[in-house]
């Protein structure tokens, strides 16, 4: 079974519009956490958000925000005010603690393209 | 300077030769990876080691090696390249679980195999 699940491919969002980029994932751990990564067509991979598997609050980082939904293991993505820079692909990703150490899995990603 | 470097950032070569990509972090941390990234399969871990004497296998070992020289660098060989390996490939580091613990990645190297 997929770890991670992205099921856009692609997405087209309006720019200053908002925009949800959905995850969902697949774990038996207790702990564990989400990440979302940007990356844009120059090829570098951005880290943007963190939630953790603990965190009773929605993690926010100024226009990012995580919509975690534990009982449904859902991890989206949600991007306000749409800028014209935001249009690249996102990754969802999941880190398991194992005891080798941590195991991080990635979704197969979703294209956004912000429309002026 | 990045934290994460990875070299070289572009190859071209030939079915056959011996390619090396090179990766050393300056952000102190034990953990090192390697994945590679396919177009529509997103990122697939090759190899990762958690110190100076472990090296584990990820889900897509065969036909790749690794070697951690040290603890701020750690590389990847294909021995025989072939072009199926045509792909961009990503070092990455990660800290302790605490506060996220989450991969800082190099800039990436885009191998093409002819």
């Known amino acids: 079974a997929q770890k991670i699940t992205q099921t856009q491919p692609g997405m087209f969002v309006q720019e200053k519009e908002a925009v949800t980029l959905d995850c969902t994932y697949d774990?038996?751990?207790?702990?564990?956490?989400l990440f979302w990564y940007k990356q844009p067509s120059s090829g570098e991979m951005i880290f943007l958000i963190y939630?953790?598997?603990?965190?009773?609050q929605n993690a926010t980082e100024g226009r990012y925000s995580l919509n975690f939904q534990k009982a449904r293991k859902s991890a989206n993505l949600v991007i306000s005010a749409s800028q014209l820079g935001d249009s690249a692909m996102y990754f969802c990703?999941?880190?398991?603690?194992?005891?080798?150490?941590?195991?991080?899995?990635f979704g197969t990603g979703t294209s956004l393209t912000v429309i002026p | 300077d990045a934290d994460v470097t990875q070299t070289p950032r572009n190859r071209i070569t030939k079915t056959g030769k011996r390619i090396m990509l090179e990766c050393s972090q300056t952000?102190?941390?034990?953990?090192m990876y390697w994945y590679r990234q396919d177009p529509g399969l997103g990122l697939r871990l090759i190899y990762y080691?958690?110190?100076?004497?472990?090296?584990n296998k990820g889900e897509i070992s065969d036909g790749y090696s690794v070697s951690r020289q040290a603890q701020a660098k750690f590389s990847l060989s294909l021995e025989s390249a072939i072009p199926n390996q045509t792909a961009l490939y990503f070092c990455?580091?990660?800290?302790?679980?605490?506060?996220?613990?989450?991969?800082?990645f190099g800039e990436g190297s885009r191998l093409t195999v002819l």
């Open positions: 990703a999941m880190r398991e603690a194992k005891y080798t150490g941590n195991q991080f899995y």
């Open positions: 939630q953790g598997s603990y965190d009773e």
């Open positions: 990455a580091t990660s800290g302790r679980p605490t506060m996220g613990g989450e991969l800082f």
């Open positions: 774990t038996s751990d207790q702990s564990y956490g």
């Open positions: 080691s958690f110190d100076v004497k472990d090296i």
């Open positions: 952000k102190g941390h034990d953990r």
